[in-house]
């Protein structure tokens, strides 16, 4: 077995929707294995992974996979279950994944499968590769060739496998990347209401929402939370005095340095006091019931220990309560019980603690709903209060207390009293939240009987906290959950409210800058900020952020985290959707402009059909009430209708009597269409809509469209028009927008960029396919009558085949009449000259005449030259790689007087230079 190369898919891919890992694997000989033939190998398979009986497969019940394995099947699909099953074992959730060969590639297969995080999905490939690599007859482990050399399963198998010991690394992984309780709580309520949730750092720090709706937390400290709030809860001395200063019940004392300033001030209170760090948290440091001067000295040690400043304070009698107050409301009570265990007769406390750190429901810090009791110090000094030691063996029902303080943090548990809280002592819960300034607040509250009134029984608020954790009320020991998520989540998105700003994605082989410029242009003329990606960078309204090839999905999670961004206009390249998926889970708009030859050959991409599924990921994933606006002169993009989400939208250049029988069925049906139809001007462009007509405005009315002559722009200007009229912009907003609307290097860089300076005419574009290249050839056939000599610069990239590069230079030989190649700086893995060498061929088999071929491979050279060659009326058209770069070169350019003529490398010359 070999692995050919992993993806970690994020957002919607060309296999799911969902979030996966896919390992593309060889199996090789293996391929004549299925698990049938392999002798004992599903029994070892089930020993080891017992839990792989419960998958139901393609069965859809309990025992389906091992029905698949009795009967063979291959071990890539072996080894999706496997990840699967050892993420479960993980303590993840998964269950759904897929395996499927790869066309023309005998015993190779992707490998998909979800994934809880991405971390751990990673790492139970890996090992399952290696589980059911060990688990082969000796005699065929040979034949798998093991090798995991993609660098997300790196690792390699050196020492003999064990199993359980990769099930513990797996959990110690999942551990490292889950988000604690409280956080994983509120990311899971706003994803059950459709609220997009990103993590942005290796801890606990989320977005909710996109771009201008945006929200964050951390834990339960939320953007809405005040900074003075926090400081002010923090500071326990100063939250009794505010407290204290609107008549909320508090215990009386003071702030202290030392030990002895203690001592005095425990005197002076007369009483069982407590002691505490000033601003210390999850009860570090803190004790009760002090009533002698040595335990008020020792309690002091502890405290100091968390913070310089202590808080000795009366103790309040009661029991120990956390109130969850949200945006001014209590949602939640827990009544909380300090650690302890109960004696049973016969057991130490040593022991009985370790039977009460075996719940299942209790982990390690915050990783579960309860925290194992850890003995120290203050165990160790509170069972010496009661004259205990852990050797000591409690009788049958004795309740011993291992803590001071009832925090869960350090081993206590929580009873639900929800339903049971006097009406007095939720106000003054609240009270206290409102005075301090928390919208999400803990409120610790001391009460004999939660049920009855402080101000009747005594008792009160004894801290304020800023962060409370919500593990006691999610999944209290005793007593009813509360779904508490929800309404922090209803806090911060109250009903009605949204948390989505709209997605336009742009894809298709040509016309995605230009296209998401042109929608970019449209929402910035109806007032709105704009965030943009394409292949030049990442622009919010008109201030570039990143230069970049920006198309892919890293831009796109740029743009949505922008706070002051309203709309999201995302070209959207094949690159990215097959790297890691959409960059968002759904869009508004979804655009497939066209489907045609470019980047074939690549990433399993063979055929337009191939190329067509990747691009059609951008409509599927459009949501039930956006729109997908297709290309209806495009059979492929045609058929994409079958499958795309939202209401269908078609654009075409050939409206009114030219209308195809498939877009008048669907304008007859009612449906959505932008169509060109015939008349003065370049043509109308007119919307159909439910019967509706209604006009937008002239082709020659937009610049771009070189007075209705650039087909190609009319055709993007339509798409434009059905992205701004799915979104709501009035008409007169869209037309105006694209009146203004140029084919300049300002407007549009490097998408057909004109430049009038040097007494001919120069248009700088991309085209980098031949379909580009054939359309620009259509206007070069308009605009000869009022030209001179045509010369073109062109290329095409070294990493498309060699059908590609030779078909475009015989476009170019129909087009030119002085025709210079030249070639990427970086080949794209092809040796310097190859690529120049196959458009030479490709141009002369075409019949271009040699004596008007130029080769020079520079970029910087080929344009020079060009330039130097051109005279008054000519037109010069140059397809560069570096856009910025070309422009520039361009508008630097002095014509000099007696220019020599360009000496041509013979074809001989060129042929040796290239060996």
């Known amino acids: ?85 050892l993420q479960c074992l993980a303590g993840a959730q998964v ?56 660098p997300a399963l790196a690792g390699g198998v050196e020492a003999p496998f064990d199993l359980n010991a990769a099930i513990l690394a797996l959990r110690q992984v999942r551990r490292g990347e889950t988000l604690g309780p409280t956080t994983r ?18 801890q606990s720090l989320v977005q909710l929402g996109q771009g201008a709706r945006r929200k964050v937390l951390r834990a339960s400290i939320t953007g809405e939370t005040s900074q003075i709030a926090v400081q002010t809860a923090g500071d326990k001395a100063l939250t009794k005095a505010v407290l204290s200063a609107v008549g909320v019940p508090t215990p009386r004392g003071a702030v202290v340095r030392t030990a002895e300033e203690a001592v005095v001030e425990a005197a002076r209170l007369g009483s069982a006091v407590v002691l505490k760090p000033l601003d210390g948290n999850h009860g570090r440091g803190v004790n009760v019931g002090l009533r002698t001067a040595d335990a008020v000295r020792w309690a002091f040690e502890q405290a100091v220990k968390h913070g310089r400043r202590v808080v000795v304070e009366e103790q309040y009698e009661g029991h120990d309560h956390r109130i969850l107050v949200v945006g001014g ?19 130490t406390i040593a022991e009985l603690i370790d039977k009460t750190n075996a719940d299942p429901r209790r982990g390690a810090g915050h990783e579960q709903v309860m925290t194992r009791i850890v003995v120290d110090d203050h165990v160790h000094e509170m069972l010496g ?131 998401g410029r042109m929608a970019a242009r449209i929402f910035r003329e109806h007032g709105k900020v704009v965030g943009l990606t394409n292949t030049s960078g990442v622009y919010i309204d008109d201030e570039r952020l990143l230069e970049a090839d920006a198309s892919g999905p890293k831009s796109a999670r740029m743009v949505l985290r922008d706070p002051t961004v309203e709309v999201a206009v995302l070209e959207t390249a094949r690159g990215g959707m097959l790297r890691e998926g959409l960059g968002f889970d759904r869009c508004d708009v979804g655009v497939v402009l066209n489907v045609s030859a470019d980047h074939l050959g690549l990433k399993g991409v063979d055929t337009l059909e191939d190329l067509a599924a990747v691009k059609s990921i951008v409509t599927e994933a459009v949501s039930r009430r956006g729109v997908s606006v297709l290309n209806g002169d495009d059979p492929l993009t045609l058929r994409m209708a079958r499958h795309a989400g939202g209401r269908i939208c078609f654009f075409t250049l050939h409206g009114g009597e030219t209308l195809s029988p498939d877009l008048r069925r669907h304008v007859e049906s009612g449906g959505l269409l932008v169509a060109r139809e015939a008349s003065s001007r370049g043509g109308e462009l007119v919307i159909h809509e439910r019967g509706r007509r209604s006009r937008v405005l002239h082709a020659d009315e937009i610049p771009a469209t070189l007075q209705g002559l650039a087909e190609f722009n009319v055709a993007n200007a339509l798409a434009a028009i059905a992205i701004g009229h799915a979104q709501a ?17 300002a407007d549009n860089p490097g998408r057909f960029n004109v430049h009038d300076g040097h007494g001919f005419r120069v248009i700088v574009d991309y085209a980098h396919n031949s379909a580009a290249m054939r359309a620009v050839g259509d206007l070069i056939a308009r605009l000869r009558p009022s030209v001179g000599q045509v010369i073109g610069v062109v290329s095409i990239p070294g990493d498309r085949r060699d059908a590609d590069i030779l078909e475009m230079g015989q476009i170019a030989a129909a087009l030119f009449d002085e025709l210079i190649f030249r070639e990427r700086p970086d080949g794209r893995g092809r040796a310097a000259g190859s690529v120049v060498s196959l458009l ?9 005449a040699p004596d008007h071929l130029h080769r020079i491979l520079s970029e910087t050279e080929a344009i020079d030259a060009a330039l130097r060659m051109a005279r008054p009326g000519d037109l010069v058209l140059v397809f560069p790689s570096g856009v910025e770069a070309a422009w520039r070169q361009v508008a630097a350019f002095t014509p000099a007087a007696n220019v020599a003529p360009l000496e041509n490398q013979s074809l001989l010359e060129f042929g040796d230079a290239v060996a």
């Open 95 to 150: 269950s759904r994944g897929k395996t499927r060969s790869v066309k023309g590639r005998p015993g190779v297969y992707n490998i998909l499968y979800v994934n809880e995080t991405e971390g751990l999905g990673r790492a139970a490939g890996r090992v399952a590769i290696e589980a059911v690599h060990s688990l082969l007859p000796r005699d065929l482990q040979g034949l798998s060739n093991l090798n995991l050399v993609a």
């Open 840 to 848: 030479t061929d490709g141009a002369l088999a075409a019949g271009f």
């Open 729 to 745: 912009v009035p008409l007169e907003t869209i037309a105006a927008a694209l009146r203004t609307f140029k084919s300049s290097h």
């Open 329 to 347: 409301k209590v949602v939640a009570v827990a009544q909380r019980v300090a650690a302890q265990v109960v004696g049973d007769g016969a057991s």
């Open 1 to 85: 077995m070999r692995v050919i190369e992993t993806s970690t898919y994020r957002g919607p891919h060309l296999y799911s929707h969902r979030p996966m890992i896919r390992v593309q694997l060889d199996l090789g000989a293996l391929e004549a294995w299925p698990t049938h033939r392999l002798h004992g190998f599903t029994d070892r398979l089930l020993v080891a992974l017992p839990g792989l009986e419960r998958h139901g497969c393609c069965f859809r019940t309990p025992g389906g996979f091992v029905r698949r394995l009795r009967e063979g099947t291959w071990l890539g699909h072996v080894i999706e279950h496997v990840a699967l099953e």
């Open 385 to 515: 209060r009661v004259g205990l030691a852990l050797k000591d063996r409690p009788g049958a029902g004795q309740v011993v207390a291992l803590r001071a303080t009832a925090n869960l943090s350090t081993g206590g548990t929580a009873i639900d009293r929800t339903d049971d809280i006097h009406p007095d002592n939720a106000a003054i819960a609240r009270r206290a939240a409102l005075t301090v300034g928390l919208d999400v607040a803990g409120i610790d509250f001391i009460a004999p009987d939660i049920t009855r009134s402080v101000r009747e029984t005594g008792g009160g608020i004894v801290e304020v906290n800023a962060a409370p954790g919500f593990r006691m009320h999610l999944e209290p020991s005793e007593g009813q959950p509360r779904d508490v998520a929800k309404a922090v989540i209803a806090h911060l998105y109250p009903p009605g409210s949204r948390s989505r700003i709209p997605i336009v994605a742009v894809t298709g082989t040509n016309g995605k800058s230009t296209v």
């Open 185 to 202: 709580s509120l990311v899971a309520e706003a994803r059950r209401r459709g609220i997009p949730a990103e993590r942005l750092d290796a």
